[in-house]
């Protein structure tokens, strides 16, 4: 079975502008978490996406926003980039999003290396 | 709220030897599960073992076991026979386990662990 797939890998960008990240989840999980991760404040929960509705959100300014398709892939976008968000930022599915089910698991993609000039 | 504590910011170990890599955590849930992930230099975090609270027994995979000390709120990492690919940044983590709603997942700060030849 496939692995968790993002893309791109490594994306270099100047201040002001916007990026759209992709995940694809493993075939069947249709819970997609995104987190940011920096040498500084290291790995911090974005948020979580099930069924296409946003399930769980991390304490990040509006810039950052995502959206989850119906095939379960999901992309986060980042608007009016600042230096700070140089980051891996990592997604990672599980086959539900919890409510009581204690095996979910969240498999990690590679990451996509966001920096920002 | 949740967190989690990893006291070793980084670690040596000979190679074929065991170590042992701590991780204390906070909670006020009496249901969660604690994952461990090894994150090599290539960024990928990579599922280790998942220890849930009612379990009884402390979870193993392989070379990995988890020591869960739930009075003590620990749950420390035990590599067996260390090898050179061992070498990477060890995550502890947590999520509460409501029985409504879900949380995300909390990291802690990680352990980077160096085996020597």
């Known amino acids: 079975k496939a692995g968790v797939t993002q893309t791109p890998r490594y994306l270099i960008k100047t201040r002001g502008q916007q990026v759209t990240l992709s995940c694809s989840p493993i075939?069947?999980?249709?819970?997609v978490s995104w987190y940011q991760q920096t040498p500084g404040q290291g790995l911090q929960f974005l948020f979580e996406?099930?069924?296409?509705?946003?399930?769980n959100k991390g304490n990040f300014p509006g810039r950052f926003s995502g959206r989850q398709f119906s095939n379960s892939r999901s992309e986060m976008n980042v608007s009016t980039l600042e230096l700070g968000d140089s980051a891996l930022y990592l997604c990672?599915?599980?086959?539900?999003?919890?409510?009581?089910?204690?095996?979910?698991?969240?498999?990690f993609g590679p990451g996509t290396r966001l920096t920002v000039l | 709220a949740q967190k989690i504590t990893q006291t070793q910011p980084g670690m040596f170990v000979q190679e074929k030897e065991a170590v042992t890599l701590d991780c204390t955590y906070d909670?006020?849930?009496?249901?969660?599960?604690l994952f461990w992930y090894k994150q090599p230099s290539s960024g990928e975090m990579i599922f280790l073992i998942y220890?849930?609270?009612?379990?009884?027994q402390n979870a193993t995979e392989g070379r990995y076991s988890l020591n869960f000390q739930k009075a003590r709120k620990s749950a420390n990492l035990v590599i067996s026979a260390s090898q050179l690919g061992d070498s990477a940044m060890y995550f502890c983590?947590?999520?509460?386990?409501?029985?409504?709603?879900?949380?995300?997942?909390?990291f802690g700060k990680g352990t980077r662990l160096s085996v020597i030849a």
């Open positions: 220890q849930g609270s009612y379990d009884q």
């Open positions: 909670t006020s849930d009496p249901s969660y599960g």
């Open positions: 075939s069947g999980h249709r819970s």
């Open positions: 983590a947590m999520r509460e386990l409501p029985f409504s709603g879900n949380t995300p997942l909390v």
């Open positions: 990672a599915s599980s086959l539900t999003a919890s409510g009581g089910m204690s095996t979910d698991t969240q498999y």
């Open positions: 996406y099930f069924s296409e509705t946003q399930r």
